[in-house]
């Protein structure tokens, strides 16, 4: 079977506008502006076989997940991580209001093979925190 019999897809969400437009002006203050994208963010519910990371051991049927996501976000998927679905998913199930959204660090691409190194990581971590921390106390909860 194929990753599209396998791996359920959905439309795209957004988060608190608000929110995400204090945080692309912080961070684009406290990083290299060129640095911070904006865009789409597919969102996995598992760290493996959802994200498309093959493994001989399981038998995710994933094989073509990552050229499915592709051809379904017509490109347009800039990152793949599992946190956000989490944060979305529980802002949205909660009864008071709870304003989401997210931001992350590319560690890898698994295109280029490209990996960000320690000592960037940890200026990108420090600068980017500082930065999401400034947006939060922006935005009136």
């Not at 506008?17 to 519910?45: E, H, I, W, Y």
């Not at 498309?52 to 038998?59: C, E, L, S, V």
Request: glycine letters at 6%; proline letters at 2%; one cysteine or more.
């Amino acid at each position: 079977q194929t990753a599209k019999n396998r791996y359920n897809i959905s439309a795209p969400i957004s988060g608190d506008l608000p929110l995400l437009q204090s945080m692309r002006q912080t961070l684009s203050a406290n990083l290299d502006a060129k640095g911070v994208l904006c865009g789409l963010n597919a969102t996995a519910d598992s760290f493996y076989s959802s994200q498309g990371r093959i493994d001989p051991n399981f038998a995710d049927h994933n094989e073509d997940l990552i050229d499915e996501l592709t051809r379904v976000t017509k490109s347009q998927a800039r990152t793949m991580e599992m946190e956000t679905f989490q944060l979305y998913h529980l802002a949205r199930c909660s009864k008071q209001s709870v304003r989401a959204a997210a931001a992350v660090i590319v560690l890898a691409n698994r295109f280029t093979g490209e990996v960000l190194s320690s000592t960037d990581l940890a200026r990108v971590e420090a600068a980017g925190g500082r930065g999401i921390l400034d947006a939060m106390t922006s935005v009136s909860l």
